[in-house]
């Protein structure tokens, strides 16, 4: 079974800063890799993947991941931020050979100040 | 065009009574799931269906039931709701296996009086 750590509940940044938001996570296999947006009353929105191949991953509103095998680990990154990007991130991961339900981590509340 | 869609939006009742919740995709995908997000934001699967099929059940009350009469459609009818049953309910949608992303709807708020 596999496990999913977001290292942070809150991440509170100014505009136009950039920002990190930690992922690890834990499996005995190979894995793959998501993370989710999800808007004030609105359900999640998949941000981006990482099913194989190059370890950075860039998504969509300019987000982007690097999977780091040797830290199980699968950061978020954005090099500056909007205040639109006010929103809950998820973190979630499944394993290559087993069940197809993705064990998503409890969240990062990112709030961007003007 | 909405992909996956809940209704009602929100669900304000009392205890003990019955209520349901409707979801549809129209992406065509087999699988479906319900996930309850309680006010931590934490997000648990409830139910997971993949061919009108139940694949996973959860440890969740038997007041829970799904029911899936198409592929593209999941709804969920709880029985003598309780306090701890307030919540936001998600439902979703994806293609089977484990690297395909999951859709989800906008949800649904249920709160109980």
């Known amino acids: 079974a596999q496990s999913v750590t977001q290292l942070d509940s809150q991440v509170p940044v100014f505009e136009e800063a950039p920002v990190e938001l930690r992922c690890n996570y834990s499996s005995s296999v190979s894995v793959y890799l998501f993370w989710y947006v999800q808007y004030p009353n609105q359900g999640l929105q998949l941000l981006l993947k990482y099913l194989s191949g190059s370890t950075l991953v860039k998504g969509i509103n300019g987000f982007e991941a690097e999977f780091n095998k040797s830290q199980t680990s699968f950061h978020l990154r954005k090099p500056s931020v909007h205040i639109s990007d006010t929103a809950e991130y998820f973190c979630a991961v499944s394993d290559t050979g087993g069940s197809y339900i993705p064990t998503f981590g409890r969240g990062t509340s990112l709030i961007v100040h003007p | 065009d909405t992909a996956v869609s809940q209704t009602p939006k929100y669900l304000v009742t009392q205890m003990g009574n019955d209520k349901s919740i409707k979801c549809e995709q129209n992406l065509g995908h087999d699988t479906m799931y319900w996930y309850k997000q309680d006010s931590k934001k934490f997000l648990k699967i409830m139910f997971s269906?993949?061919?009108?099929?139940?694949?996973i059940n959860e440890t969740v009350p038997n007041r829970f039931s799904p029911k899936s009469p198409d592929k593209a459609h999941l709804n969920l009818h709880i029985n003598s709701l309780e306090l701890g049953d307030s919540a936001v309910y998600f439902c979703?949608?994806?293609?089977?296996?484990?690297?395909?992303?999951?859709?989800f709807g906008d949800g649904t708020r249920l709160s109980i009086l």
């Open positions: 269906y993949n061919n009108k099929e139940l694949i």
């Open positions: 979703a949608s994806s293609q089977t296996g484990p690297n395909q992303p999951q859709h």
